[in-house]
């Protein structure tokens, strides 16, 4: 996986959270909706978080003089409990 793909998904997942978020506004009404928008909401943010990540990891990865491709994606559980 290329830079370039890796930062296309991530266009494609801002695309959707951007749509998500307006959803969220129109279905304030369903309830059943809105929490449906809101779980997915969610499961993209975590996404983005992974790609992120993994585009961060080949960049210090090439800037060390490695190969790119030796990053991987990591898990969910892993991104989402970086300490900041």
């Given at each position: 996986m290329s830079d370039q793909s890796v930062a296309n998904h991530i266009e494609r997942l801002v695309a959707e959270e951007h749509a998500l978020r307006n959803r969220e506004?129109?279905?304030t009404d369903d309830p059943a909706s809105l929490?449906?928008?809101r779980e997915k909401l969610q499961a993209v943010q975590v996404e983005l978080d992974r790609c992120w990540d993994?585009?961060?990891q080949?960049?210090?990865i090439?800037?060390?003089g490695g190969d790119?491709?030796?990053a991987e994606l990591r898990?969910?559980?892993t991104v989402e409990h970086y300490r900041q």
């Open positions: 506004q129109v279905d929490e449906q928008d993994l585009l961060r080949r960049r210090a090439r800037s060390a790119p491709d030796d898990d969910a559980d």
